[in-house]
């Protein structure tokens, strides 16, 4: 049996809070920076912390004893943190607040991190549970492959082949996000970055929580932990009974969560699409990414296609100005537009993304974000995702919401990437990993 489990025997059998705290204090710097890739906020990654541990209190006397513990709380933490956003957007629509203040401060200690780092947990994620937990013994705990074998009971040859081909799985999907790169340089950036110190008073507080089961936890707290618990139970229900439908209803408290298998990204410029507005060599197809490049004003590249509801992901990157996209366009001049300029740029030294409506010649802002610590973590480029159903507009950056608006001036239009250059400020944009449905 390894320490991990042997601590939280000690802990089921007999109480020991000091087995639990040393559990904590072992595992406590994964659980936090898994929490804080996905919700960006160190202040909302302390609660998820914590809520991990209470629930791990709680289901101490019925794990196995085959379980990857790390691997557990790695998932754990996911369906926490998942929650902590949803509860989190929720709350801030109640008060028709404009955005969200969660993006994680912290800045990238390489480019390729900056670039895998808001990527990594959903693709580990979408790995099978041996693939997930080998990854994270091997690099997240940074044990060798006989201590990974050992774990999972095989031996250390049969570990490395199987971290191997879970990397190799890895890169591909990286590379199907835009990110172009070798195993090699994966697994270093892994290493270096996938664990970070959590907070020195951290362990502590979440320890207290844990060990009386939540009982002093704050209502917030105990909200997540009631809404993941369900969520993990019908997780358990999904994965055995309907594993690849094409749509999943989640119910967790009184909300309803959809998760959709989208659709495989685009393999080049749609043959159904056409520039608007702009001369047609402004775009092209390059390196998995349709690119563009203007310094004579507007340039649109939309479907002739029209749609209603629709949702929209890119990994968008601009270097010097800004990588723009349109929806509900009716025509070069109506419609909305997510314009996202990161920091550094010659649009806007600080970075921003907003939500604009155009129409009859105007221009107006309909939501705006501007957090600066978070735009300078972000690097020149960011995946933005787009949902408009109905009169509701949701924007996500990285995968957190951080625009919502309510406009019913276009119900339906055209889809498509605008970008807007001048001979004295040029606007280079790529846009990888397009999808729409």
């Not at 202040?43 to 209470?54: D, L, R």
């Not at 950036?189 to 089961?213: D, G, I």
């Not at 209502?219 to 690849?244: D, E, H, N, P, Y």
């Not at 950056?397 to 970008?419: E, P």
């Amino acid at each position: 049996m390894n320490d991990d489990l042997r601590l939280l025997r000690e802990y089921a059998r007999r109480n020991s809070e000091d087995a639990f705290a040393a559990l904590v204090s072992r595992r406590i710097d994964l659980v936090y920076s898994v929490a804080l890739r996905q919700v960006r906020d160190p202040a909302i990654a302390e609660e998820v912390t914590q809520a991990v541990f209470i629930i791990l209190a709680r289901k101490a006397g019925s794990l196995g004893d085959k379980i990857i513990l790390s691997g557990w709380l790695c998932r754990t933490a996911r369906y926490v943190a998942a929650n902590a956003l949803k509860v989190q957007y929720r709350r801030q629509s109640r008060e028709h607040e404009a955005h969200m203040q969660k993006i994680q401060n912290e800045s990238a200690a390489d480019d390729t991190w900056s670039q895998v780092g808001p990527l990594l947990d959903t693709a580990m994620e979408k790995l099978g549970k041996k693939d997930h937990d080998a990854l994270v013994l091997r690099f997240f705990e940074n044990r060798n492959f006989r201590d990974v074998g050992a774990a999972m009971g095989a031996s250390e040859d049969a570990a490395k082949m199987r971290v191997n081909r879970a990397l190799e799985k890895l890169r591909k999907m990286f590379a199907a996000n835009g990110v172009r790169s070798t195993t090699a340089i994966i697994t270093g950036t892994m290493s270096a970055n996938a664990v970070q110190a959590a907070p020195a008073t951290l362990a502590q507080s979440v320890t207290v929580a844990a060990v009386a089961k939540g009982a002093t936890a704050s209502v917030s707290t105990l909200t997540l932990i009631k809404g993941t618990l369900k969520i993990m139970a019908w997780t358990k229900v999904k994965t055995a009974a309907v594993a690849g439908a094409a749509a999943l209803i989640i119910l967790a408290g009184t909300a309803t969560v959809i998760i959709y298998n989208h659709p495989r990204p685009i393999r080049g410029i749609p043959k159904d699409w056409s520039v608007l507005r702009g001369q047609a060599d402004q775009w092209r197809w390059a390196n998995g990414q349709i690119v563009g490049h203007s310094v004579a004003g507007d340039s649109i590249l939309a479907s002739r296609t029209k749609y209603h509801d629709v949702t929209i992901s890119t990994i968008a990157r601009s270097p010097d100005r800004e990588a723009s996209i349109a929806f509900r366009m009716q025509d070069a001049d109506n419609g909305y537009v997510v314009v996202f300029a990161p920091g550094g740029t010659s649009r806007d030294d600080a970075g921003h993304i907003a939500l604009i409506k155009r129409w009859e010649g105007q221009e107006q802002t309909l939501a705006s974000y501007d957090h600066a610590t978070a735009f300078s973590a972000l690097g020149q480029s960011a995946k933005i995702t787009i949902v408009a159903k109905g009169p509701l507009i949701q924007v996500r950056l990285n995968d957190v919401t951080v625009l919502h608006a309510k406009d019913g001036t276009f119900s339906s239009g055209f889809i498509g990437l605008r970008m807007y250059g001048e001979p004295l400020s040029p606007c280079d944009s790529a846009f990888s990993n397009l999808t729409f449905y």
